[in-house]
Structure formats: structure tokens, C-alpha cells
């Protein structure tokens, strides 16, 4: 893929100059066109960026240093802003290309309308992927006020497109009757925790392409205040970052991930972008081989 951009110098700790030799890529998803609640999101992935020169390159959990691994930080795609179905397609288009490149691709959101073309781009590859979220929403409305380009429908859409069966949900402990319904007849289903339940699914993912897509609302309020839909009574960011290492030391096959709906502006401490950096580093440590 030919990268016909120019972008700042704004990028992840120890990111490699050399898109060609690198093995993943990380690119920045700055839409938040669709949220129901607290927008700004779209301002995550260049503050997760920014925060990240304060992590270690080394990893104590995983003994292995970001100076051991190699890769590329394309910086945030340009997308027009309030054109939602147009900004996808340009996502889409960019996933397309790094995974034709043979790349792990890692985005960073943005809100998690922005995974939609992902798990479009991934199954076109890779027609037997899974799917694992980890979230405290269930994003498995149909549409939300008659709009079915919205946050609240990335893993619905999912489900038409991959089957329920192929999708592991954690975490989640909010929304619709509706919702629930069709998640305990359809998904995975494991709501409110999130390690335990992974660690018994996490053999039937052997050998399997499986893509990781991480809400950081997952997260207590506690933990990580700076999103757009905070829900009370989520899991500390240890627990967040040991499911992380659970996926990397069962030998899963991740042929993508993401962190999305860090949104900065409601936490004046950081520590949202700061664990979602921390627990960005511990999946490129994690996932690339």
C-alpha cells in the first residue's frame, strides 16, 4: 500500500519510520459523529499518542521491549467530518490495504461505529475470524432512533455478517431488554465479567483468526473516566490488562485489535489515555510474534 499522506511527528512511543518493514500499524480513527451522549472522542488518538512517551519501552508482565519489535504509526486518516458513511468507507479502504500488506492493523478511536468497516475488511480475509469485545455496552442495537449508522450497532452488524456464534462479547452490563435477548440467543455471551470467562473460551479460539476489539468503557468510571458513556460497575484496569495477556499467552491467532471511545476531554487527570496506552503497548507486545 502506498501511503499518500503526510503526517506529523505526533506517534507512538518507539514507532518505526518504515512502513515496509514493519509487521503492525497503527492509524487513528478520529469520528465521533453518531455518539448519544458526550462527543470527543475524536480527539483520543492523538493525546493516546502523546501520553504513550510516558510508558517504559519494557514490559515486566510480558519480558519483552517495544525496541524488539517493529512498527508503523500512520498517524490519524483524514476523514470528513460529520460524513459518517463516507469516513467508514475511508477506514475501510486503509484496513483493506495493511492487511493486504500482510500487517496486523491497530486502531485507535474514535468512536466504536468506527470497527464496522474493520470487521468488514478482516472477514473479507479471513472468512472464519472471531470476533472478541470487550465493552460495557452490547452494541447490538439494529439502529438507535432510526439510524442504523451508530455506535450502538457495530457488533449487530457484526452478527449479520460473521454469524453470533463468532462473536465472544465480556464486560458488557448495559443495554436494551432487546439487546440482552438477542445476546444470550445469539452471542458468546458473558456479561459484567470479563478474565474468568475468557480464560474457558480462549481454547476454543485455537487456531482460529480472531480480531480484538476493545471499548475502554469496559473500564470502571473509577478507572477510566474520559468516555463517552461512563457506566458504573466495570473492571479495573488490572483486570483489563491481565485479559490482554491471557490472549497473548494462549498462542491466539490476532490478526487485528482496537481501542476506541477514549475521549479526553472529560478526564482532566489523563488516566484514561494513559491505561489505554499502556494496555495499547501491552498488545503490540502481546499479539506481534
Not at 508482565?61 to 467508514?88: H, K, T, V
Amino acid at each position: 500500500m502506498k501511503l499518500d499522506q503526510k503526517y506529523s511527528g505526533n506517534v507512538f512511543i518507539l514507532s518505526s519510520e518504515d512502513y515496509n518493514t514493519s509487521k503492525a500499524v497503527i492509524y487513528g480513527m478520529p469520528m465521533d459523529f453518531t455518539v448519544s451522549f458526550r462527543p470527543g472522542s475524536r480527539f483520543g488518538p492523538p493525546r493516546i499518542r502523546e501520553v504513550s512517551i510516558g510508558l517504559e519501552e519494557y514490559s515486566p508482565y510480558l519480558d519483552r521491549s517495544l525496541e524488539d519489535i517493529e512498527y508503523f504509526d500512520a498517524g490519524d486518516l483524514l476523514l470528513p467530518f460529520g460524513n459518517a458513511a463516507r469516513s467508514l468507507d475511508i477506514i475501510g479502504e486503509f484496513v483493506a490495504g495493511v492487511l493486504e500488506d500482510g500487517k496486523m492493523p491497530v486502531g485507535l478511536g474514535g468512536e466504536h461505529l468506527c470497527s464496522w468497516p474493520i470487521f468488514q475488511e478482516v472477514y473479507k480475509k479471513y472468512p472464519d475470524v472471531a470476533i472478541i469485545h470487550f465493552d460495557a455496552h452490547a452494541d447490538l442495537r439494529e439502529s438507535y432512533e432510526g439510524e442504523p449508522l451508530s455506535h450502538s450497532t457495530p457488533l449487530r452488524k457484526a452478527a449479520g455478517l460473521i454469524g453470533g456464534k463468532n462473536i465472544y462479547q465480556f464486560g458488557i452490563r448495559s443495554g436494551s431488554r432487546e439487546e440482552w435477548q438477542f445476546a444470550r440467543e445469539n452471542i458468546n455471551f458473558h456479561p459484567f465479567e470479563v478474565l474468568e470467562p475468557l480464560k474457558k473460551v480462549l481454547p476454543e479460539l485455537a487456531g482460529r483468526p480472531v480480531y480484538l476489539t476493545i471499548d475502554i468503557d469496559v473500564l470502571d468510571p473509577s478507572a477510566a473516566p474520559g468516555t463517552g458513556t461512563a457506566e458504573a460497575g466495570g473492571i479495573t484496569s488490572k483486570e483489563l490488562i491481565d485479559a490482554v495477556h491471557a490472549i497473548a499467552n494462549a498462542g491466539i491467532n490476532i490478526i487485528g485489535c482496537d481501542l476506541v471511545e477514549v475521549a479526553p476531554a472529560y478526564d482532566p487527570t489523563e488516566q484514561t489515555q494513559i491505561v489505554a496506552a499502556k494496555v495499547i503497548r501491552e498488545m503490540l507486545l502481546g499479539f506481534i510474534k
